[in-house]
């Protein structure tokens, strides 16, 4: 202890100084294995020996694959040690290699926060390559690729004494999130729908916290009850606008939620997480927008989107225009493109962006270039 | 859009026509035998093969590509540490072969394979076209231009691939003779000693900024990315690793540069059989005008020329040992072309086209030969080689003297007043 009076900044500077030296010294050390490894970084040749190290490009190792629903699978992952941890309600991205492509999806985090691993789980949808390469071909010790947490459907801190999560189908990911975590807020209710029992995510989990008392739930199947509509809360939450809601569900449940909130003048108290499966239009032609140049023009099957670029004034990369140099490939961000050669169709989300050659390709329905 | 229905796109193109016997300068066509539907029966063949490998192309592939890069990064490592101690003759040979070998698979069989865009398809950000770059002094960028764009669109069409003798090599009778190609079997040995600067300089264009088509402003922002290239190269290969080695430096400075010369005489010799041996066959500019698929398929398979070998040569070529294949399909994975081969080989022979191949000391003799024969001009009736050469010769030495007439007689002049 230093009394008020005593001068305290000489240690300081020695210590920062002598910090600033190792950064120094670290920083010359890294220059060193720069010019060692060139034209490759260091970490390349790291990567041989220990690709889950910190620092390294953020990759996990799956420990477990356990079906949870006849449909869902909820995957644990060991991060590498770059991970910064997630607060609860927050979504990752993992790239999973599905016949040797890969593939970016997003995830809420289920587990608590402070474990070593985290899990997700996952519903296969018809046709949804990730989701069905999760239930049928990942294995335990398989490596995926792993990006930090983020998202802001998270309880702020301190959290409201009295909430309201809505949630439906796989919605109830981020909120199962957000309950496996303590301290809850004082008054939980929890609101889910889901098509029937057996497809209830969490239902065990839910239950067993019903029955603690540590939340009301409310469940509605809606195979049989259809659905709830948000106007009928007031017979089920009854003090609803009293609550800080959490909803998250399709996109038909959050539109009408916000409606609800804003029409009795709470949207203050309202947090929504859109989840949605992208649906493109895939067809002939569309409307391409070059983000970046803030270009959009239409463009019909025919037309190349390196034609279409190029006459609407766009500064396109080219080269042999007819698909075998890859020095027109532009990241698509949105949309669906069609292979001239193949007839291939391509789609790409904004979390999962495609490198496509511009020369070959043709709108399939609206789609974003970045540019 | 209705632009776009006037633009050429070179793939949509579909009319074929009929070509001449008898080129210009006397040269026999080698697909006068086909009909126009002949050729599109050829593209349409091709095509298929190419649908039905993307068809099943998959996670064997991806972890073929994956295995070979993570095997040349543990070869160049082990190699790199071992050469630590090169002063000790052991280490130095074991040390040098390592790297050698190290440094050419990395520059065939995966820097020129995902450069062409081959695993794209991965979406792997780490082995991607746009993202890779590559242990040789021509910068990863400059070398797809010249290389993808260039080479692979007019693949032997004289005065459009400059691949035909890279500007400084007559290899083809339709080229012009000039009195220089003299030379060339003394410039082609130190372009193969030397073929990574070589490269870096014929991908930066020296002669297109040097015959004023290369715009100056372009050519100083690519020739200060080449010296940065070059930079750190050199001080990797010749200064960090040498210094690390302490004790061993010299012999390390030593091992590197035989390593990278070694990799420059193997990679300059491949590249050699891929269009120079007998039996290729170049084209004239005007024969590719509204070239169609079919059209530009047969001139691939014309125009290269395979090495045949173990499946280890095949790897250390970067198998443009296949470079019919490659030509067909540059961006198809380069561990497939060997599986398409022999259909490749039986659709060529089917229509009278012949697949040239043979064992890489043949190929090499036979460009090689090329590079002797065409130093001298061509052979006209009546008219010695050698006397041809002799009055170029001649006609140099006059032109000299015709430019510096004034100088000549002043120092003449001033010779004769001298004693005087």
């Excluded at chain 1, 020695?14 to 010294?25: E, G, H, M, P």
């Excluded at chain 1, 609407?312 to 007819?322: H, Q």
Aim: glycine share 8%.
């Amino acid at each position: 202890m230093t009394s008020p009076g005593d001068v305290v900044a000489p240690p300081q500077a020695d210590r920062s100084s002598v910090k600033r030296a190792l950064a120094r010294v670290g920083r010359g050390a890294r220059r060193v294995a720069e010019a060692l490894a060139t034209p490759l970084l260091p970490e390349d040749f790291i990567d041989l020996v220990d690709p889950l190290r910190s620092g390294a490009d953020l990759r996990g190792r799956v420990v477990a694959v356990t079906p949870e629903t006849p449909t869902a699978t909820t995957i644990l992952i060991r991060p590498g040690r770059g991970w910064r941890g997630h607060r609860p309600g927050q979504y990752t991205r993992i790239g999973v290699d599905v016949d040797g492509v890969r593939h970016w999806r997003a995830y809420s985090i289920t587990s608590p926060v402070g474990a070593e691993t985290i899990s997700i789980t996952v519903r296969a949808i018809p046709d949804g390559r990730v989701s069905n390469h999760v239930r049928h071909g990942l294995r335990p010790g398989a490596v995926l690729m792993l990006d930090q947490a983020t998202g802001d459907f998270v309880l702020p801190d301190p959290a409201p004494d009295r909430v309201l999560f809505l949630t439906a189908g796989s919605g109830i990911t981020p909120v199962m999130g957000m309950l496996r975590n303590d301290p809850l807020p004082r008054d939980v209710v929890v609101v889910h729908s889901a098509p029937t029992s057996g497809d209830m995510l969490f239902r065990r989990d839910l239950t067993a916290l019903a029955a603690q008392g540590r939340i009301s739930l409310v469940t509605r199947f809606t195979a049989t009850d259809g659905i709830l509509p948000v106007t009928a809360l007031d017979g089920v939450v009854p003090d609803w606008r009293d609550r800080d809601v959490w909803v998250c569900g399709p996109t038909g449940l959050l539109d009408d939620a916000e409606a609800h909130w804003a029409a009795a003048g709470l949207s203050g108290r309202l947090h929504t997480e859109r989840f949605r499966p992208r649906i493109h239009a895939v067809g002939d032609g569309g409307e391409v927008t070059f983000t970046g140049a803030g270009v959009t023009v239409a463009a019909d099957a025919a037309t190349t989107l390196l034609a279409a670029g190029e006459d609407a004034g766009v500064l396109m990369p080219s080269g042999c225009r007819m698909g075998i140099c890859f020095n027109c490939v532009l990241p698509l961000t949105d949309g669906s493109v069609r292979d001239l050669r193949t007839g291939e169709v391509t789609t790409a989300n904004p979390e999962d962006p495609v490198l496509v050659q511009t020369c070959v390709s043709a709108a399939a329905g609206p789609c974003h270039l970045r540019v | 859009m209705t632009a776009s229905a006037t633009r050429t796109n070179r793939i949509t193109t579909t009319r074929p026509e009929a070509r001449a016997e008898v080129s210009a300068s006397g040269k026999r066509n080698p697909i006068a035998h086909l009909t126009p539907e002949d050729i599109e029966d050829i593209g349409r063949e091709l095509d298929a093969i190419r649908d039905e490998v993307l068809a099943s192309r998959g996670a064997a592939d991806a972890a073929y590509i994956r295995r070979m890069i993570r095997t040349q990064r543990s070869l160049e490592l082990a190699s790199r540490v071992v050469l630590l101690f090169s002063k000790f003759p052991p280490a130095f040979v074991v040390g040098t072969t390592g790297l050698t070998v190290a440094k050419i698979i990395e520059n065939t069989e995966i820097g020129h394979n995902i450069l062409h865009g081959q695993w794209d398809w991965m979406r792997d950000e780490k082995i991607h076209s746009s993202t890779w770059e590559w242990d040789f002094a021509s910068p990863a960028e400059q070398w797809k231009k010249s290389h993808n764009v260039e080479h692979h669109t007019y693949t032997n069409v004289v005065g459009m691939d400059n691949d035909l003798g890279y500007n400084i090599l007559r290899v083809d009778p339709d080229q012009e003779w000039k009195l220089h190609h003299v030379f060339q079997p003394v410039t082609n040995f130190f372009t193969a000693l030397f073929f990574e600067y070589g490269i870096a300089a014929y991908d930066l264009d020296v002669k297109g900024f040097k015959d004023g088509t290369k715009d100056k402003d372009v050519f100083m922002a690519d020739l200060k990315k080449v010296l940065k290239k070059l930079r750190a190269q050199m001080g990797k290969d010749y200064v960090v690793h040498p210094l690390l080695s302490g004790p061993s430096a010299l012999s390390t400075l030593l091992a590197n540069a035989i390593a990278n010369t070694a990799r420059n005489v193997w990679t300059h010799s491949v590249i050699f059989c891929g269009h120079f041996p007998d039996g290729v066959e170049t084209f004239e500019t005007e024969s590719i005008e509204g070239e169609t698929r079919g059209e530009w398929y047969v001139r691939q398979m014309l125009g290269s020329a395979n090495i045949s070998g173990s499946r280890f040569m095949h790897v250390m070529t970067g198998n443009l040992s296949h470079q019919i294949e490659h030509h067909l399909f540059p961006d198809l994975p380069s561990n497939r072309y060997a599986q398409i081969a022999p259909r490749v080989r039986a659709l060529m022979e089917r229509y009278g086209l012949r697949y040239v191949t043979g064992p890489l000391p043949k190929q090499v003799g036979s460009a090689w030969a090329k590079v002797f024969r065409h130093s001298l001009p061509n052979k006209r009736p009546g008219h010695s080689q050698l006397g041809d050469v002799v009055a170029a010769a001649r006609d140099a030495v006059t032109d000299v003297l015709d430019s510096t007439r004034g100088m000549w007689r002043r120092d003449r002049r001033s010779l004769a007043a001298a004693p005087a």
